[in-house]
Protein backbone atom coordinates (compact mmCIF):
# COMPACT_ATOMS: atom_id res chain seq x y z
CA UNK A 1 0.00 0.00 0.00
CA UNK A 2 2.82 2.34 0.43
CA UNK A 3 4.25 1.73 -2.59
CA UNK A 4 0.87 3.18 -4.25
CA UNK A 5 0.62 5.70 -2.29
CA UNK A 6 4.09 7.56 -3.18
CA UNK A 7 3.68 5.82 -6.99
CA UNK A 8 0.50 7.38 -7.69
CA UNK A 9 1.67 11.11 -7.92
CA UNK A 10 4.28 10.34 -9.88
CA UNK A 11 2.62 8.48 -12.08
CA UNK A 12 -0.05 11.03 -12.25
CA UNK A 13 2.49 13.87 -12.86
CA UNK A 14 4.38 11.72 -15.59
CA UNK A 15 0.75 11.12 -17.23
CA UNK A 16 -0.16 14.31 -17.57
CA UNK A 17 2.97 15.79 -18.51
CA UNK A 18 2.62 13.75 -21.33
CA UNK A 19 -0.48 15.89 -22.48
CA UNK A 20 0.95 19.00 -21.47
CA UNK A 21 4.21 18.35 -23.99
CA UNK A 22 2.18 16.87 -26.81
CA UNK A 23 -0.46 19.32 -26.40
CA UNK A 24 2.30 21.98 -26.46
CA UNK A 25 3.89 20.66 -29.56
CA UNK A 26 0.51 20.37 -31.46
CA UNK A 27 0.44 24.46 -31.17
CA UNK A 28 -2.81 23.63 -28.41
CA UNK A 29 -2.61 26.19 -25.84
CA UNK A 30 -2.49 24.65 -22.00
CA UNK A 31 -4.36 26.94 -19.69
CA UNK A 32 -3.89 25.02 -16.33
CA UNK A 33 -1.71 22.01 -15.33
CA UNK A 34 -2.39 20.16 -12.45
CA UNK A 35 -1.53 17.07 -10.39
CA UNK A 36 -4.49 16.72 -7.87
CA UNK A 37 -7.58 18.25 -7.39
CA UNK A 38 -8.93 21.08 -5.23
CA UNK A 39 -7.52 24.20 -3.84
CA UNK A 40 -4.09 24.37 -5.03
CA UNK A 41 -0.93 24.14 -2.27
CA UNK A 42 1.45 25.28 -5.16
CA UNK A 43 0.69 27.17 -8.00
CA UNK A 44 2.83 29.57 -10.32
CA UNK A 45 2.10 30.28 -14.07
CA UNK A 46 4.72 30.19 -16.44
CA UNK A 47 3.91 31.76 -20.16
CA UNK A 48 0.41 31.24 -20.34
CA UNK A 49 0.40 27.97 -18.20
CA UNK A 50 -0.87 27.86 -14.61
CA UNK A 51 0.73 24.95 -13.33
CA UNK A 52 -0.25 23.54 -9.70
CA UNK A 53 -0.07 20.31 -7.22
CA UNK A 54 -3.09 20.14 -5.27
CA UNK A 55 -3.33 17.93 -1.62
CA UNK A 56 -5.86 15.73 -3.16
CA UNK A 57 -3.45 13.87 -5.31
CA UNK A 58 -5.90 11.00 -6.48
CA UNK A 59 -6.02 12.54 -10.03
CA UNK A 60 -4.91 15.48 -12.06
CA UNK A 61 -5.79 17.24 -15.16
CA UNK A 62 -4.52 19.16 -18.26
CA UNK A 63 -6.95 21.91 -19.17
CA UNK A 64 -6.77 22.40 -22.77
CA UNK A 65 -7.59 26.18 -24.20
CA UNK A 66 -10.93 25.76 -25.56
CA UNK A 67 -11.29 22.12 -25.08
CA UNK A 68 -15.09 21.86 -24.82
CA UNK A 69 -15.99 25.18 -26.73
CA UNK A 70 -16.29 26.98 -30.00
CA UNK A 71 -13.61 29.69 -30.63
CA UNK A 72 -11.69 31.42 -33.36
CA UNK A 73 -8.66 30.97 -31.27
CA UNK A 74 -5.84 28.87 -33.64
CA UNK A 75 -4.20 28.29 -30.55
CA UNK A 76 -8.00 26.25 -29.16
CA UNK A 77 -8.25 22.13 -28.75
CA UNK A 78 -11.26 22.05 -31.00
CA UNK A 79 -9.58 23.73 -34.13
CA UNK A 80 -6.88 21.31 -34.19
CA UNK A 81 -6.94 18.38 -36.69
CA UNK A 82 -8.51 14.59 -35.78
CA UNK A 83 -5.08 13.58 -35.30
CA UNK A 84 -3.41 15.97 -33.20
CA UNK A 85 -6.09 15.65 -30.60
CA UNK A 86 -5.77 11.89 -30.57
CA UNK A 87 -2.13 12.42 -30.30
CA UNK A 88 -2.77 14.81 -27.15
CA UNK A 89 -5.53 12.70 -25.61
CA UNK A 90 -3.00 9.13 -25.87
CA UNK A 91 -0.03 11.23 -24.80
CA UNK A 92 -0.52 10.13 -21.43
CA UNK A 93 -1.18 7.17 -21.71
CA UNK A 94 1.27 6.44 -24.00
CA UNK A 95 3.85 7.71 -20.78
CA UNK A 96 2.51 5.46 -18.47
CA UNK A 97 2.85 2.60 -20.69
CA UNK A 98 6.33 3.59 -21.83
CA UNK A 99 7.51 4.05 -17.81
CA UNK A 100 5.85 1.23 -16.71
CA UNK A 101 7.37 -1.19 -19.70
CA UNK A 102 11.10 0.18 -18.89
CA UNK A 103 10.11 -0.36 -15.04
CA UNK A 104 8.48 -4.01 -15.20
CA UNK A 105 11.73 -4.52 -17.47
CA UNK A 106 14.49 -3.61 -14.50
CA UNK A 107 12.23 -4.83 -11.85
CA UNK A 108 13.24 -8.35 -12.26
CA UNK A 109 17.18 -8.61 -12.77
CA UNK A 110 17.60 -5.91 -9.71
CA UNK A 111 14.98 -7.91 -7.93
CA UNK A 112 12.62 -4.50 -6.66
CA UNK A 113 9.19 -5.73 -5.90
CA UNK A 114 8.94 -1.81 -5.29
CA UNK A 115 10.00 -1.28 -8.92
CA UNK A 116 7.88 -4.23 -10.45
CA UNK A 117 4.22 -2.76 -8.66
CA UNK A 118 5.51 0.82 -9.61
CA UNK A 119 5.33 -0.89 -13.40
CA UNK A 120 2.25 -2.85 -13.10
CA UNK A 121 0.57 0.43 -11.42
CA UNK A 122 1.65 2.18 -14.63
CA UNK A 123 0.54 -0.01 -16.76
CA UNK A 124 -2.97 -0.23 -14.85
CA UNK A 125 -3.52 2.98 -14.82
CA UNK A 126 -2.29 4.08 -18.05
CA UNK A 127 -4.62 1.62 -19.94
CA UNK A 128 -7.56 1.77 -17.65
CA UNK A 129 -7.11 5.81 -18.97
CA UNK A 130 -8.06 3.76 -22.47
CA UNK A 131 -11.36 3.39 -21.97
CA UNK A 132 -13.95 5.50 -23.36
CA UNK A 133 -15.37 6.76 -20.19
CA UNK A 134 -15.78 10.46 -19.92
CA UNK A 135 -12.76 12.15 -17.59
CA UNK A 136 -10.74 9.63 -19.02
CA UNK A 137 -8.61 9.80 -21.99
CA UNK A 138 -10.40 7.12 -24.47
CA UNK A 139 -13.26 8.74 -24.53
CA UNK A 140 -12.21 11.43 -27.43
CA UNK A 141 -10.89 9.18 -30.09
CA UNK A 142 -13.40 6.27 -29.20
CA UNK A 143 -16.75 8.13 -28.75
CA UNK A 144 -15.44 9.67 -32.04
CA UNK A 145 -15.53 6.52 -33.62
CA UNK A 146 -18.40 5.77 -32.07
CA UNK A 147 -20.27 8.70 -33.84
CA UNK A 148 -18.69 7.87 -37.20
CA UNK A 149 -19.82 4.43 -37.13
CA UNK A 150 -23.59 4.96 -35.61
CA UNK A 151 -24.52 7.56 -35.71
CA UNK A 152 -23.99 10.59 -33.08
CA UNK A 153 -26.88 9.33 -30.49
CA UNK A 154 -26.50 5.54 -31.10
CA UNK A 155 -22.89 5.47 -31.02
CA UNK A 156 -22.46 7.63 -27.84
CA UNK A 157 -25.37 5.13 -26.34
CA UNK A 158 -23.33 1.75 -27.61
CA UNK A 159 -20.03 3.32 -26.47
CA UNK A 160 -21.41 4.44 -22.98
CA UNK A 161 -22.63 1.01 -22.27
CA UNK A 162 -19.29 -0.64 -23.55
CA UNK A 163 -17.48 1.64 -21.10
CA UNK A 164 -19.69 0.99 -17.92
CA UNK A 165 -19.28 -2.43 -18.25
CA UNK A 166 -15.44 -2.08 -19.24
CA UNK A 167 -14.71 -0.13 -16.35
CA UNK A 168 -16.42 -1.86 -13.77
CA UNK A 169 -14.62 -5.43 -15.00
CA UNK A 170 -10.94 -3.19 -15.19
CA UNK A 171 -11.25 -2.02 -11.98
CA UNK A 172 -12.63 -5.13 -10.20
CA UNK A 173 -9.08 -7.01 -12.10
CA UNK A 174 -7.19 -3.96 -10.69
CA UNK A 175 -8.42 -4.41 -7.14
CA UNK A 176 -8.16 -8.71 -7.52
CA UNK A 177 -4.77 -8.01 -9.05
CA UNK A 178 -3.50 -6.84 -5.32
CA UNK A 179 -2.89 -10.44 -3.99
CA UNK A 180 -1.50 -12.02 -7.49
CA UNK A 181 1.07 -9.64 -7.59
CA UNK A 182 2.49 -10.94 -4.40
CA UNK A 183 2.40 -14.30 -5.08
CA UNK A 184 3.25 -13.54 -8.96
CA UNK A 185 6.61 -11.82 -7.34
CA UNK A 186 7.28 -14.79 -5.09
CA UNK A 187 7.50 -17.12 -7.65
CA UNK A 188 9.40 -15.32 -10.27
CA UNK A 189 12.26 -14.47 -7.82
Known amino acids: MKIFLWA ?24 KFSVGFGKPALKKKFGDTIYQI ?4 LGG ?8 QNTKDPKAFSNLSYG ?15 IGSIALYLAI ?20 NLLPFPALDG ?3 ILMLGEKIFGKEKGIA ?6 TWGFIIVMALNILSIPLLVIYWNQIL
Open 84 to 98: KKVAISLAGVAVNVI
Open 54 to 57: TPWL
Open 8 to 31: LPIIIMTHELGHLLVAKWCGCGVD
Open 61 to 68: YCALRGET
Open 158 to 163: IMNKLV
Open 139 to 141: SYP
Open 109 to 128: PLESFTLWVFGYYNLAIGLC
